[in-house]
């Protein structure tokens, strides 16, 4: 069975950091991308950042660009999303996905499900004082 399992949400004050992690079971990283999306109330998920298969190359939103930090490891197939300076507009359900089509050193920041067609439970993320 193909499973992403998100965890490592939580509450935190502004200014501070989280890390999420995003297990995969049934398939391994070098075969998939892997993106991390959010979705606020009200509003439609949104590409936060990306790794291509192999873990090799990476991308951001301009909103986390510089605050956010994606990583991988193979051994535990694993990718996790290091968020620091954290604001309460990061709030929202954060979410990993698999991307099956991408090339070798490329993924994709677009919610395109016809790409993705893993996605995790997904975890809260709540930025408030």
């Known amino acids: 069975q193909l499973q992403l399992v998100e965890s490592g949400g939580g509450l935190v004050q502004p200014g501070g950091s989280l890390r999420l992690s995003c297990a995969a079971s049934?398939?391994?990283?070098?075969?998939?991308?892997i993106g991390w999306f959010r979705q606020a109330p009200g509003k439609e998920r949104e590409g936060v950042s990306c790794?291509?298969?192999?873990?090799?190359?990476?991308d951001y939103a301009d909103s986390v660009k510089g605050r956010f930090t994606i990583s991988g490891d193979r051994a535990k197939n694993t990718v996790y999303l290091q968020m620091n300076g954290l604001k309460p507009e990061d709030t929202a359900v954060y979410y990993c996905?698999?991307?099956?089509?991408?090339?070798?050193?490329?993924?994709?920041?677009?919610?395109?499900?016809?790409?993705?067609?893993?996605w995790g439970q997904g975890t809260q993320v709540t930025v408030s004082s």
């Open positions: 049934g398939f391994t990283l070098d075969y998939y991308a």
């Open positions: 996905a698999a991307d099956w089509s991408s090339s070798p050193g490329t993924c994709t920041l677009v919610n395109d499900k016809r790409r993705y067609t893993i």
């Open positions: 790794i291509s298969r192999g873990l090799s190359s990476t």
